[in-house]
């Protein structure tokens, strides 16, 4: 239906029509109108899995939904590095949405990993907002592909659990521009999203479903999305508040009161009637965009999708560490120890929990003559003395000992955040007595963030599942010994202890909100920022194969840069690597991380064989968002790209240099430093000729004894120069009140040419 035919649509509805289309019309269908042939159309929860439930439904999954295929989580799938994979699982969620009629997926989530205690960040991609977004671009991609939306979530800076639903995100502009907002950009500009769920938080005081800076000053003028924005469910505060704002959708519904506040509003003029007019207009063109799509025949194959779960996972897996231990032998005699390897831990909890069609663990697909013992329960914190003796004894009779650990399920969930960021205390326990009768310990973890891990130093062997699906059990095995060669990268760093965060002296805030005092050093950019040790560095994962770096270049031409490496795999086994590129600012001109991820490509390789990535870099790619400027600004002056196997081991180096394409503001009047102006190519020749002639007029006066010139030196009347006002041009250049004047106005004339 085109966009005329839509707005003579609305023209025939009545003004409680418009206003009831404006909110659901149960908790997963939008509303209908019958008589003019308006459809209703279904969304249903994600985004790792089809979420279908029935007319018992609620957001917190208690009710069951329909059998589907759980894929890796967020927090997996972003660490595959691959964004054909996650184009990939796109598509085929995108089918299953299409075979069952599902118009709009919930998903992808990609709020950044502030601290590592949100208890969602099992559905995040990612704490650098680089990733997150093209994983995210990659994945849209393929959902709408089969003419089915996604709902990007949760927009914006929902960064936590506790009080997500009256808490306040607290920032600066340029934080929010860099980390918190450049995710859902990428997605927006590149994959036109079909809608966007706004978060339930305050963003800087303001309800995210009332902020018309957030929903149509940047989402719709300045990144041009066009499709509609819905609620998270029970996100509204003020219902006309947030239509006047750009939220066109309340979830769920029915919302009765909510609709008469509508229509009360326009018929008293307190809302224009053109604002419905338009948000009706939005949800309708999303509405036939589904309705009146001919795709080819979708099937939901579970069976072919579930094997496609495996695969992916086998992809996103970490392998942190590796001294030569893995793979194993199919051949050799084996311990596996832990409930996890019965009962593997593979999503989270909440409105993502996936009714799995089926699900493999490890021990089911173990060789023959494993020994098991559970040792620990999967799902609680328990210690059976009992059944640690068998599992220490199982451990040093075999020649290795496997232990399948992670977190359980009441750990990390939606609705709460993680108190700490240890494992159970009976999992660290059986580590630690396991280790002193073997040696050769491989620990196996499922957790849908980072967890402290004091052992690490001890253990042989870490491969980190993330929550891996409903094949997670298929995937361990074939990365265990050996069928498939792991290939994932951290898309979060792992500090050592949760005080090591950047947020951890500002999370989660108080019964108001919370400040990002951090600004933009999240992350890796706050680790290297203070060259902290950290247990693994982002971007990080070992292989069962090695890669060289090669012949690294760029050229420049039609305004953007163009990088290639060639990279070869000298070890004997196929295996894939991730190259990552990052853009290091030597600039100085403004307090930025010592590198920022801005490109990554992942190589098939053969053994012996080399290929080349190849990365294109535009004028984003080197820039900070500048507040005085209201943009994005990248400065004259040396930069260097690195290409690397992870943000802390750069394989290669390459100089470019920049030249500047605007200019950032300079605002002069009598407290702008001297200092500040002399950095500032306009204004610099200015006071460098006040300064001469100062230095000329003084270079008769009588020469200060040696106690003086010891009291005063020529560093101490240099730096007291340069963090001097203008206003002190009268003394500390010696110029009249008139002299003065005259100086400010030719600077600041100047200053705007």
């Avoid at 479903?209 to 041009?224: F, V």
């Avoid at 990248?634 to 394409?661: C, F, N």
């Avoid at 001097?724 to 100086?743: I, K, V, W």
Wanted: charged share 25%.
């Amino acid at each position: 239906m085109t966009q005329e035919e839509i707005r003579k649509l609305v023209s025939q509805m009545t003004l409680e029509e418009k206003a009831a289309l404006c909110s659901g019309k149960d908790f997963w269908h939008t509303e209908s109108v019958e008589r003019l042939g308006i459809p209703s159309i279904m969304v249903s929860d994600g985004p790792h899995g089809l979420r279908k439930q029935d007319d018992k439904a609620d957001n917190l999954g208690v009710n069951d939904s329909i059998e589907a295929v759980c894929f890796p989580t967020g927090s997996a799938l972003a660490c595959s590095f691959d964004k054909a994979l996650a184009e990939s699982v796109g598509v085929c969620l995108g089918e299953e949405c299409r075979a069952e009629n599902v118009a709009v997926l919930l998903g992808p989530a990609i709020n950044m990993k502030r601290s590592p205690l949100c208890g969602r960040n099992f559905e995040y991609y990612s704490e650098d907002p680089y990733l997150a977004g093209k994983t995210a671009a990659a994945f849209i991609r393929g959902v709408q592909s089969w003419d089915v939306g996604v709902s990007v979530k949760h927009f914006a800076a929902n960064n936590q659990e506790f009080r997500r639903m009256t808490g306040s995100s607290n920032m600066d502009e340029r934080t929010l521009r860099e980390i918190y907002l450049a995710a859902f950009e990428t997605a927006v500009r590149e994959a036109k999203p079909w809608t966007i769920m706004c978060s339930y938080n305050r963003l800087n005081g303001v309800f995210a479903s009332e902020n018309r800076k957030l929903l149509t000053g940047i989402l719709r003028d300045e990144w041009g999305f066009d499709g509609f924005v819905m609620s998270d469910w029970g996100a509204v505060n003020v219902r006309t508040d947030g239509l006047a704002a750009g939220l066109e959708l309340q979830m769920p519904g029915p919302c009765p009161d909510d609709d008469a506040s509508i229509a009360e509003a326009v018929r008293s003029g307190a809302l224009d009637e053109a604002v419905l007019d338009e948000a009706v207009a939005r949800i309708l063109s999303i509405v036939f965009r589904y309705s009146e799509a001919r795709p080819p025949r979708a099937v939901f194959d579970r069976e072919a999708d579930h094997r496609k779960a495996v695969l992916t996972e086998q992809e996103c897996a970490v392998l942190l560490k590796n001294d030569g231990l893995l793979p194993l032998s199919r051949g050799a005699k084996l311990a596996y120890l832990g409930g996890f390897a019965a009962k593997p831990r593979y999503q989270g909890g909440g409105s993502s929990h996936i009714h799995s069609s089926r699900v493999s663990s490890a021990l089911e697909c173990a060789p023959e003559g494993v020994v098991y013992e559970e040792a620990f329960p999967a799902d609680r914190d328990e210690i059976d003395e009992a059944a640690f003796d068998r599992a220490v004894r199982a451990a040093a009779e075999a020649e290795t000992a496997v232990i399948f650990a992670g977190l359980p399920d009441s750990f990390e969930s939606e609705g709460y955040d993680r108190s700490h960021m240890r494992l159970p205390a009976c999992q660290n326990e059986l580590i630690r007595r396991v280790l002193a009768v073997q040696k050769r310990v491989v620990v196996v973890l499922h957790c849908g963030s980072p967890v402290e891990t004091p052992w690490a130093d001890d253990v042989p062997a870490v491969l980190c599942l993330y929550l891996g699906g409903e094949g997670v059990g298929e995937a361990a095995d074939a990365l265990l010994y050996g069928d498939a060669n792991p290939s994932g990268r951290l898309a979060e760093t792992w500090p050592r202890k949760l005080e090591d965060n950047p947020s951890f002296l500002n999370f989660p805030g108080d019964e108001e909100g919370v400040t990002y005092a951090e600004g933009v050093f999240v992350g890796y950019r706050y680790y290297d920022k203070k060259r902290m040790d950290v247990r693994w560095p982002f971007g990080h994962g070992e292989s069962y194969t090695s890669f060289a770096y090669s012949n690294a270049r760029l050229e420049e031409a039609d305004g953007v840069v163009r990088v290639s490496v060639d990279v070869t795999n000298t070890g004997s086994r196929a295996g894939k690597e991730a190259v990552q590129l990052y853009v290091a600012d030597d600039t100085g001109a403004a307090n930025r991380p010592p590198q920022e991820l801005k490109g990554y490509e992942k190589l098939t390789l053969a053994p012996g064989e080399t290929k080349t990535a190849q990365f294109t870099l535009d004028e984003r790619s080197f820039s900070w968002y500048s507040e005085s400027l209201g943009d994005w600004y990248a400065a004259s002056g040396p930069y260097r790209i690195l290409l690397a196997h992870s943000s802390r081991d750069v394989r290669a180096q390459l100089d470019y240099t920049l030249t500047a394409k605007k200019r950032l503001p300079l605002r002069v009047h009598s407290n702008t430093t001297v200092g500040a102006l002399l950095a500032d190519d306009r204004t610099a020749p200015i006071v460098r000729e006040a300064i001469r002639r100062l230095e000329a007029a003084r270079a008769n006066e009588e020469k200060p004894g040696e106690a003086a010139a010891e009291a005063i030196t020529a560093e101490m009347v240099e730096q007291m120069l340069i963090n001097s006002p203008l206003r002190s041009a009268q003394s500390f250049l010696g110029m009249s009140r008139a002299e003065a004047d005259a100086l400010l106005e030719k600077l600041q004339q100047a200053a705007q040419s």
